[in-house]
């Protein structure tokens, strides 16, 4: 258990033990000071027994009073009753200690004693009263002790402690889960998810864990696609590296052949030149390079020249660039990325298209912000594939024999969605591949 843990359990159980103890101490000392109902109760029927025994009686009936002696008699209730007529006798006719009865006159002058004096119309007096052994067994204190206090404070701290320690580890549980998830990403196992471990879980560290697994997941992404790219680009070196090792060997060999050789070095160093431009390209573009240079032009403009200089390439090869375009969309954008990624889709096109063919560029500008529509007649892309032309080095199978590193889509791709636009591949009706590039107005 962590030190989180123990924080937590021991907030929760001082908490939780304050709690009940007050709640404990405030029920017992209101139990112990406040006089039970039941005894107020008691001293009221009393009361009430007396007045209407004396009533009764105040009225002459002292038949009826006898009748309602006897009922509170047959039905037991207590205290008994009594009445001490003038020659006096037990109204029905229960024997009384002398002393007791001798006593009756100075027990009516003590005010709030269980004891009537009434005096009928024709002069009778008679005393209503209960005896007082039996009024001090009827109204004694029958609160029981108060309970021993330390119980329910033993009840209620074990209560509390396994409350406690469930609640702390209810909540360090994930916490623990997240610092073994970090540790193990930090070893180099991008794989590791957390979420497995904290179960189903619906607060805020859930959400956190789900975080962690998101960038996990981005983590595990981008190292993969790092590695890949690392070995596409070594492969990719090592094919140019090698004819300039050939051809620095065969100069050795060959000295009347230098010319030539020299020749080849310098093509290769093109390409290698060529290469590592787009590889640095695309480097700035996968990091988020904001050091964008901006500024503000017509792309309908600038994808007109683009569509120019490459209709002069095309028809060299015997293919046509056929360019549809009005109107104007002017933007702060980076110039030289735009320009690179509209190049290399049209120069990408006119390179598959088949010979003969026409590749169409139509451009249109509406509320929504620019399109460019770029279709070959090329040998197409399967829809499996329609993703993955945009990653770095992939060249599908139809693209054998087509000079290129597979980079112009990835760059492409990467420039457009820089400035908050993105490209899209689909299959052409009647075969080949339409591009479709969009920018927002808003450019970011």
Known sequence: MGRLFWKFFAVFWLALMLTIVMVIFI???????????????????????????????????????KAMLRDWQSRKLEPTIYVLGPLGQELLGRSLPADELAALPNRA????????????????????????????????????????IVVPIAV????????????????????????????TVAEGKLETRVMPQIGLRRDEIADLGRDFDRM????????????????????????????????IGLAR?????????????????????SLVGELLTLARLEAGSTEIKRERLDLVELIAAIADDAQFEARLAGRDVQLQASGEFVAEVGAEL???????????????????????????????GLQVEVADRGPGVAEDDLVRIFEPFRRLAESQGVAGFGLGLAIARRAIES??????????????????????????
């Open 109 to 148: 002058q003590q005010v709030g004693d269980a004891i009537q004096t009434v005096i009928t119309s024709n002069g009778q007096r008679y005393w209503v009263f209960a005896r007082e052994a039996e009024i001090t067994d009827f109204m004694a204190d029958e609160r029981p002790k108060p309970p021993s």
């Open 216 to 247: 996990a997941h981005q983590l595990q992404q981008l190292v993969g696609a790092q590695n890949r790219l690392l070995h596409d680009v070594s492969h990719e070196l090592r094919s140019p590296l090698a004819r300039l090792q050939a051809a």
């Open 27 to 65: 029920a017992w000392l209101l139990r112990w000071v406040d006089p039970p109902e039941q005894r107020s109760f008691e001293a009221e029927r009393l009361s009430l027994m007396l007045r209407s025994t004396a009533n009764v009686l105040a009225q002459g009936e002292s038949a009826g009073a």
């Open 338 to 368: 735009l320009h690179r990624a509209f190049e290399n889709v049209i120069r990408n096109a006119v390179k598959y298209t088949a010979p003969g063919t026409t590749v169409e560029v139509t451009v249109r500008t509406d509320e929504q």
């Open 419 to 444: 400035h908050g636009g993105e490209i899209i591949a689909s299959p052409r009706e009647g075969g080949g591949l339409c591009l479709r590039l969009c920018l927002p107005v808003q450019i970011r």
């Open 156 to 183: 209620s701290a074990l209560v509390s402690l396994l409350l406690s320690a469930w609640l702390a580890w209810y909540f360090s549980k994930p916490i623990r889960s997240l610092s073994w998830a970090l540790h």
């Open 253 to 273: 060999q060959r000295p009347d052949k230098v010319d030539a050789s020299l020749e080849r070095i310098e093509r290769e160093a093109v390409r290698l030149d």
